[in-house]
């Protein structure tokens, strides 16, 4: 698909992967020329291109679970998803979402997402899922996020991830405090902000990962949760 100047696709071949995994290296600051891992073998890598001159800028991958399978997931690493199991219906994992950096057009999220939508409807997904980062791994200075979250996202009693990582900052424990809720929103990361507005949640603790250098939580957005006029918005993207 395409829009405006840019072109969506799905990785074809080893090439094309190897271009996402350095993007990726790029975008989240790993030391090394690629950033990979062993999920990169069995998901879909989705690519977008600025037809101009080619250049990747920006990029993610998926998966597709029903029922057990989640345990399979990349996030099935950090978190308990015994209670996600129960869930009915296909879940999808998004991972290693990336804009480079230098890029600043709007619209190249847009695309990213409209390809997102065309996907979720074409395969009746009823769950969105993954892992959003908050860049270093001291909670102290995102107290004031960590604490709107606690306060108004956590997830329902029946799909919340358990603890599985080594470190946890657990932020539900927090004490309500009085936070400026324009600058948490900036604070957060853009596509943890995104998936809030649509209805989104998360888990009740963070995973301190030193190897990415992040905080991570997860996060779930059921399908039927978002407002029919941001679905609208959306479908209207393809």
């Not at 101009?52 to 690493?77: H, N, P």
């Not at 847009?110 to 270093?136: E, P």
């Not at 995102?142 to 358990?162: E, I, K, S």
Request: glycine letters at 6%.
């Amino acid at each position: 698909m395409s829009k405006g100047r840019y072109d969506v696709v799905t990785a074809q071949t080893s090439q094309d992967i190897q271009s996402a995994q350095a993007l990726r290296a790029l975008a989240f600051g790993v030391k090394a020329p690629f950033d990979s891992d062993v999920f990169d073998d069995c998901q879909h890598h989705i690519l977008v291109r600025d037809r101009r001159d080619g250049q990747l800028v920006c990029c993610f991958r998926i998966a597709v679970f029903e029922g057990a399978d989640i345990k399979r997931s990349y996030a099935a690493q950090y978190y308990g998803l015994d209670r996600l199991a129960g869930f009915e219906g296909k879940m999808m994992e998004l991972g290693r979402f990336c804009v480079h950096p230098d890029a600043s057009d709007p619209d190249i999220v847009r695309i990213a997402w409209a390809a997102l939508t065309r996907f979720v409807d074409s395969q009746d997904i009823k769950l969105l899922f993954g892992c959003t980062s908050f860049k270093g791994t001291d909670p102290q200075g995102f107290l004031g996020t960590f604490a709107v979250l606690a306060r108004r996202h956590l997830a329902p009693p029946a799909w919340c991830p358990d603890e599985a990582a080594d470190e946890v900052f657990r932020f539900a424990d927090l004490a309500p405090t009085t936070v400026d809720s324009e600058y948490t929103m900036r604070q957060m990361p853009p596509l943890l902000r995104t998936y809030l507005l649509m209805g989104g949640w998360v888990s009740d603790h963070a995973v301190v990962d030193r190897q990415m250098n992040t905080l991570h939580v997860f996060t779930g957005l059921e399908i039927e949760a978002i407002p029919e006029n941001r679905k609208r918005l959306l479908r209207g993207l393809v």
